[in-house]
Nanobody, 118 residues
Framework: QVQLVESGGGLVQAGGSLRLSCVASGSVFIINELGWYRQTPGKQRELVAQVSRDGSTHFADSVKGRFTISRDNSKNTVYLQMNSLKPEDTAVYYC????????????WGKGILVTVST
């Protein structure tokens, strides 16, 4: 099992920045990708960004050029640096870990609220 704990959310004005952190614990050796998803009421959870163990990254088109993702394998931590925030970035952000051994599955944090005001 893997446990994920997020931190760093909160309220920020449009154009501002926030950094989210997620610490993984437990059987972290079974994880390949770490990432962040977000969800707003009435919408499906969507991928924001993810980073593989080898450092390769993937971003949603809506955040490219504004968000960066990084990973510190020695601390089992993934970071999401969010710059030039927009009101439409307001959401609950969930940390995600993808297991690469059978059975393939996702692990989720409890979520953290990010609110971007106008």
């Amino acid at each position: 099992q893997v446990q994920l704990v997020e931190s760093g959310g909160g309220l920020v004005q449009a154009g501002g920045s926030l950094r989210l952190s997620c610490v993984a614990s437990g059987s972290v050796f079974i994880i390949n990708e770490l990432g962040w998803y977000r969800q707003t009421p009435g919408k499906q959870r969507e991928l924001v960004a993810q980073v593989s163990r080898d450092g390769s990254t993937h971003f949603a088109d809506s955040v490219k050029g504004r968000f960066t993702i990084s990973r510190d394998n020695s601390k089992n931590t993934v970071y999401l640096q969010m710059n030039s925030l927009k009101p439409e970035d307001t959401a609950v952000y969930y940390c995600n870990a993808k297991r690469f051994v059978v059975p393939l599955m996702d692990y989720w944090g409890k979520g953290i609220l990010v609110t971007v005001s106008t």
